[in-house]
């Protein structure tokens, strides 16, 4: 790749903040949306060991 692309034609100090500003919120979206999901099992384990009834 060309030095002309890394420096986006003079507005890099622009882009690539921007762009790892992007990555993080894109990292944090993932983690915590697998944080969400692994509390819901474990709310929903919870809420099963608790019920009377029938177990599997």
């Known amino acids: 790749m060309s030095a002309a692309f890394w420096s986006m034609g003079g507005y890099a100090r622009y882009v ?29 384990r919870r809420a099963l060991a608790m019920s009377p009834g029938e177990t599997a």
């Open 16 to 44: 690539w903040p921007c762009m790892a500003l992007a990555g993080v919120v894109l990292a944090w979206n993932l983690w915590s949306a697998r944080a969400y999901r692994d509390a819901a099992r474990q709310r929903a």
